[in-house]
């Protein structure tokens, strides 16, 4: 019936390029759904056990971009979903990583922080403020709110501060996240967007759900000797918690908020609990319902990050059964947030998306032991190894100031008064740090900034570079070696997993539409994250966030 529709429309209109989407009225609501460390593949892993109602429905309701991708490194979650909704890389919208060297203050700061603002619904005081103002794009919500006259209501929730707070942009109504260092694990917000939480919020956070979540214990789903898709649940490969001498179920929370209560880190176990994305469900939907979003003639537009994968993709890793159990209980809270959508909305009034800011690469331990190439960058080492060159090359003094993930800084003033000039000394560190044992390409500064790259990983690397934060050398490693927290690690000992690099298994992500203006169906071309923002700006007539690269997805767009 659907397809007939469209066939009808296509046949009888005489427009080039007519909208889809715009043979109607707009949707009354955008959903953006963001998963925090979702690969591709886990669409397709775990299915046979999905239910009909969540990632199964998306499939089979929706239109799937098989060959999504983040095109910049590196692939952190602060650049994920600032590129998600800016429609831009970081080298246009400055959130180069989730941290990075500050060269006026001297110091690492974090890409949502601001010690400007304060928090606002936590229980007791709490420094630590949060705003957007370190990302310089607009968003495609602030491209909504402005065509509304600011009527239009952006709501954008999540587990971390930085997966609410960058999606919203300037001009979100609000941005809630999950506190576990100043409340009993209350969504709290900042005095960036309001003065007090509204009423809903307080009542929500005093039903302290957090609590009674974490009196829970964590059991698979199904019989633990039907998850074959995943490795034995009792492996070398994942990080045992809250003081278990082993990393399997059952995860008796109860047990181990205990241990964390004196440390006043109790909460922040929601974030490894399946339950920490229950939570957010429930909080999305009472957003829903309280803020009355859809429910007049603007459309509204409400984000949801689901940080708890990342997070027991870091302890855990890509082959565990807690990552198995944990996407097929995700499944069902999913299911649940689209039967809301459904009641609330109204099914075909609402247009949703699901991707995600990053991949990650299998647990690097586990790939040796089955003979695949992997190893660890030595950062570290790498940036003693340069500065003992430097000093053999020019004199003795203090060369490299730091490295921060890919971004190796070096120290101004020595170049400075040893009369050498910036970019000789950039291209000197790139060409010495590319003899070094896994280091793919190493490009400076000035390269970046005065050369054009079309594609490949140099491409990649300057969609992440923007100058003033950026370092002076940006280093890449060959593919399979992961850059540790721990930088003196063995590849063997290495237990869940990292992401960051450029290449497909950090970087390969779901893209899935659904809803008004979306057709039924799949497509395998090369698109991008960033390509999200602009098929928006289509769908709902909107002028393009202001530093726009990503295109419109096409298919959504026939020309007929
Ligand atoms: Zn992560």
Do not use: C
């Not at 790259?453 to 060959?478: F, L, P, W």
């Amino acid at each position: 019936m659907r397809k007939l529709f469209y066939i009808l429309l296509f046949s009888v209109t005489g427009f080039t390029f007519k909208s889809i989407a715009q043979t109607d009225t707009k949707p009354k609501l955008v959903v953006g759904i963001v998963v925090d460390q979702m690969r591709a593949d886990y669409l397709y892993k775990y299915q046979s056990r999905y239910g009909e109602d969540g990632f199964k429905r998306l499939l089979r309701e929706g239109f799937n971009f098989k060959n999504a991708n983040v095109n910049y490194i590196p692939s952190e979650t602060a650049p994920g979903h600032a590129s998600i909704y800016t429609g831009t890389t970081p080298a246009y919208h400055g959130i180069i990583g989730n941290s990075w060297y500050d060269r006026e203050t001297k110091s690492i700061i974090e890409n949502v922080s601001d010690t400007d603002e304060q928090l606002v619904g936590s229980v007791t005081e709490n420094p630590y403020g949060a705003s957007s103002k370190k990302m310089i794009s607009s968003t495609i919500t602030d491209a909504l709110k402005e065509a509304s006259n600011f009527k239009a209501k952006v709501i954008s929730i999540s587990i971390k501060d930085r997966g609410a707070i960058l999606p919203g942009g300037k001009t979100a109504d609000a941005a809630y996240w999950h506190d576990w260092e100043s409340s009993p694990g209350y969504f709290v917000s900042s005095t960036y967007y309001m003065k007090k939480v509204p009423n809903w919020v307080k009542k929500f956070n005093r039903k302290e759900k957090s609590d009674t979540y974490l009196n829970e214990t964590w059991n698979t789903l199904y019989p633990i000797d039907t998850y074959i898709a995943s490795a034995p649940d009792d492996n070398p490969f994942e990080h045992s918690i809250g003081g278990k001498t082993s990393p399997t179920f059952p995860y008796n929370f109860k047990a181990m908020r205990e241990k964390y209560k004196a440390k006043g880190t109790e909460f922040q176990l929601l974030w490894i609990s399946p339950k920490g994305n229950t939570l957010l469900t429930e909080f999305a939907i009472t957003a829903l319902r309280e803020e009355k979003l859809g429910m007049d003639d603007e459309t509204d537009f409400l984000n949801i990050s689901y940080s708890v994968p990342d997070v027991v993709g870091h302890t855990f890793g890509p082959q565990s059964v807690e990552m198995e159990d944990l996407y097929l209980r995700l499944d069902k809270d999913l299911a649940v947030l689209f039967n809301a959508l459904d009641t609330n909305i109204g099914k075909g009034n609402y247009t949703l998306f699901l991707t995600a800011d990053h991949g990650a690469i299998q647990n690097v331990s586990f790939l040796k032991e089955n003979g695949v190439h992997t190893a660890i960058a030595r950062t570290t080492g790498d940036a003693r190894r340069l500065e003992a060159f430097l000093d053999d090359t020019y004199a003795d003094a203090s060369w490299v100031t730091t490295v921060n993930g890919n971004n190796l800084y070096l120290n101004k003033t020595t170049i400075d008064q040893n009369n050498l000039t910036m970019s000789v000394v950039q291209k000197e560190a790139a060409n010495f740090l590319m003899t070094l044992p896994e280091v793919s390409v190493a490009l400076s500064a000035d390269d970046l900034k005065t050369k054009v790259y079309e594609d490949g990983m140099r491409k990649t690397i300057q969609n992440g570079y923007y100058a003033k934060r950026s370092g002076d050398v940006i280093v890449t490693y060959t593919p399979g070696t992961i850059i540790h927290p721990n930088p003196n690690i063995t590849v063997e000992r290495v237990k869940g997993t990292v992401h960051g690099s450029g290449y497909s298994y950090d970087t390969h992500v779901p893209l899935i539409w659904m809803g008004k203006g979306i057709p039924i169906g799949e497509a395998v071309r090369k698109v991008h994250t960033i390509d999200i923002a602009p098929t928006l700006a289509m769908i709902l007539n909107l002028q393009m966030p202001g530093s726009v690269q990503g295109a419109p997805l096409k298919e959504f767009f026939r020309e007929n």
